[in-house]
T-cell receptor, first 111, second 112 residues
């Protein structure tokens, strides 16, 4: 079982819709969670971090964490074609200082 | 105003050669990392350094040798390159006490 699992997609949503990206993790020791966006041929760009159960909102992005279910999600409201990218979920164990990444979900926003 | 930079951006070389990749960050961070992204786009930690001290070596072959001359620089030297070393290598950095990591633009290594 992979430590961080994501559906590879592609997830296709129309422009203006809400895109919902999901991630599960297997190691209960994981404490910190991150969402990165990676455009083709570019480096991962940090868009959200979340450390405690519940929701965290930043602009059009909302990260949700449920440690009991070992589940992390990212909602993108009012999706734009420029949001089309691969979204990487990552976790970090306290003190380890090294991210474990999922394989990424490719999001396509249709104009 | 580049935060994390890497050189070179592209590296094409033959099997058996030795090559180096350099990374610099101007964010004042104290921890730096090397990640490898393979052809299937899977991103995996290789090394991390905190204040010039190696803290993670993720079962990487010893042909790979990282070096941190100071906390703003982290280099990666690869000996006897193999076809399987072809990948994109990303440098990243983070601040003490925080876990958010910021990535450089990557170095695409192609071994022929």
């Amino acid at each position: 079982q992979k430590e961080v699992e994501q559906n590879s997609g592609p997830l296709s949503v129309p422009e203006g819709a809400i895109a919902s990206l999901n991630c599960t993790y297997s190691d209960r020791v994981s404490q910190s969670f991150f969402w990165y966006r990676q455009y083709s041929g570019k480096s991962p760009e940090l868009i959200m971090s979340i450390y405690s159960n519940g929701d965290k909102e930043d602009g059009r992005f909302t990260a949700q964490l449920n440690k009991a279910s070992q589940y992390v999600s990212l909602l993108i409201r009012d999706s734009q074609p420029s949001d089309s990218a691969t979204y990487l979920c990552a976790s970090d164990k306290t003190g380890r200082r090294a991210l474990t990444f999922g394989s990424g979900t490719r999001l396509q926003v249709q104009p | 105003d580049t935060a994390v930079s890497q050189t070179p951006k592209y590296l094409v070389t033959q099997m058996g050669n030795d090559k180096s990749i350099k990374c610099e960050q101007n964010l004042g961070h104290d921890t730096m990392y090397w990640y490898k992204q393979d052809s299937k786009k899977f991103l995996k930690i290789m090394f991390s350094y905190n204040n010039k001290e190696l803290i993670i070596n993720e079962t990487v072959p010893n042909r790979f040798s990282p070096k941190s001359p100071d906390k703003a620089h982290l280099n990666l030297h690869i000996n006897s390159l193999e076809l399987g070393d072809s990948a994109v290598y990303f440098c990243a950095s983070s601040q003490a006490g925080l876990y958010e990591q910021y990535f450089g633009p990557g170095t695409r290594l192609t071994v022929t």
